[in-house]
């Protein structure tokens, strides 16, 4: 059986990071999970939302309105709406993690991306609870 005189000597961490110490951040597991957990929650309520959406198609406004003001169908379409747009602002902050070279478009495109998903969720929930309250 041969073996290979490289192998107990193969280190991945370049010699200023050995003597550094620096490793992994760590801090993938927590993003990685919480993609999973929302895109797994929101299997069950997209088809929800399908469905009621299909349901709905040429209702009169007053229909939909009074569906929209149930309460198990605004909490509903309020996590809906909670999800998605966490979900979305997480999926877009790692594409411009692993995409933009210049750390200040990086940062930028965060904060922009997280404002902007911030500003569409309120938008859609305040609209959800006008109708709801």
Same mark, same amino acid.
């Given at each position: 059986?041969?073996?290979? *005189?490289?192998?107990? *000597?193969?280190?991945?961490?370049?010699?200023?990071?050995?003597?550094?110490?620096?490793?992994?951040?760590?801090?993938?597991?927590?993003?990685? @999970?919480? !993609?999973?957990?929302?895109? +797994?929650? =929101? =299997?069950?309520?997209?088809? @929800?939302?399908?469905?009621?959406?299909?349901? =709905?198609? %040429?209702?009169? &406004?007053?229909?939909?309105?009074?569906?929209? %003001?149930?309460? @198990? #169908?605004?909490? =509903?379409?309020?996590?809906?709406? %909670?999800?998605?747009?966490?979900?979305? /602002?997480?999926?877009? !902050?790692?594409?411009? *993690?692993? &995409? /933009? #070279?210049? *750390? @200040?478009?990086?940062?930028? %495109? +965060?904060?922009?991306?997280?404002?902007?998903?911030?500003?569409?969720?309120? /938008?859609?929930?305040?609209?959800?609870?006008?109708?709801?309250?």
């Amino acid at each position: 059986m041969a073996t290979n *005189e490289h192998t107990a *000597e193969t280190v991945l961490r370049s010699p200023l990071g050995r003597v550094r110490g620096l490793g992994s951040a760590k801090g993938g597991t927590h993003h990685w @999970w919480l !993609q999973r957990v929302t895109s +797994i929650a =929101l =299997l069950p309520l997209t088809i @929800w939302f399908a469905l009621a959406a299909a349901s =709905l198609a %040429g209702a009169s &406004y007053i229909d939909t309105v009074a569906w929209i %003001g149930r309460p @198990w #169908n605004a909490v =509903l379409l309020l996590a809906t709406i %909670g999800l998605t747009f966490h979900h979305t /602002a997480s999926g877009l !902050q790692v594409v411009m *993690e692993d &995409y /933009a #070279n210049v *750390e @200040w478009v990086k940062v930028g %495109g +965060i904060l922009a991306i997280k404002a902007i998903c911030m500003m569409l969720a309120l /938008a859609s929930a305040l609209a959800v609870l006008k109708i709801a309250v």
